[in-house]
T-cell receptor
Framework: EPEVTQTPSHQVTQMGQEVILRCVPI?????FYWYRQILGQKVEFLVS????????KSEIFDDQFSVERPDGSNFTLKIRSTKLEDSAMYFC??????????????FGQGTRLTVV | GDSVTQMEGPVTLSEEAFLTINCTYT??????LFWYVQYPGEGLQLLLK?????DKGSNKGFEATYRKETTSFHLEKGSVQVSDSAVYFC??????FGPGTRLSVLP
């Protein structure tokens, strides 16, 4: 069964460093998303991406964050100059259609980012 | 803006007990509604969904009915198992998530 895969499963980084979280969405999906979940808290939408550009982003997704689809399979989230409060589980998801069209997003297992 | 409210946990039940986790929403238009489950140490998994009013989503013994008149999508299961212990998230169009409800089922 096709699935969204994320690497690494756990990343530890020093405050101020840049990190890149990687995702391989399901191959025939066209819409890609990043969410984060701070430990013990709710899942928060960060950004959606379609046709090689950001289609929607939340207030959380500020200039510190960027996304990219560098090739035909990977979808990355870059966090520049990480802060302690960036420590969270980051989930990638993908869908065939946009989420406003009543479709379903498939989630990866997540990358746990720990900033020390 | 759109929002989801879920009953706060943790919820602790004995095996074979009846489960209800309340979820209400505020939204413009006619969003799809979802329940996701997160087992310990794992990512989010879609549990069930409903795309229009009066639809009932069901999976693994869980059910939820999209009630437009009460803007609710309560999750129910007639007889829970220890393996159902997890955090359950109600979500609106996969964009707005509730805070999650932790369920612990004791043998």
């Amino acid at each position: 069964e096709p699935e969204v895969t994320q690497t690494p499963s756990h990343q530890v980084t020093q405050m101020g460093q840049e990190v890149i979280l990687r995702c391989v969405p399901i191959s025939n999906h066209l819409y890609f998303y990043w969410y984060r979940q701070i430990l013990g808290q709710k899942v928060e939408f960060l950004v959606s991406f379609y046709n090689n550009e950001i289609s929607e982003k939340s207030e959380i997704f500020d200039d510190q964050f960027s996304v990219e689809r560098p090739d035909g399979s990977n979808f990355t989230l870059k966090i520049r100059s990480t802060k302690l409060e960036d420590s969270a589980m980051y989930f990638c998801a993908s869908s065939v259609q946009g989420l406003r069209v009543n479709t379903e997003a498939f989630f990866g297992q997540g990358t746990r980012l720990t900033v020390v | 803006g759109d929002s989801v409210t879920q009953m706060e946990g943790p919820v602790t039940l004995s095996e074979e007990a009846f489960l209800t986790i309340n979820c209400t929403y505020t939204a413009t238009g006619y969003p799809s509604l979802f329940w996701y489950v997160q087992y310990p140490g794992e990512g989010l998994q879609l549990l069930l969904k409903a795309t229009k009013a009066d639809d009932k989503g069901s999976n693994k013994g869980f059910e939820a009915t999209y009630r437009k008149e009460t803007t609710s999508f309560h999750l129910e299961k007639g007889s829970v198992q220890v393996s159902d212990s997890a955090v359950y998230f109600c979500a609106l169009s996969d964009r707005v998530f509730g805070p999650g409800t932790r369920l612990s089922v004791l043998p």
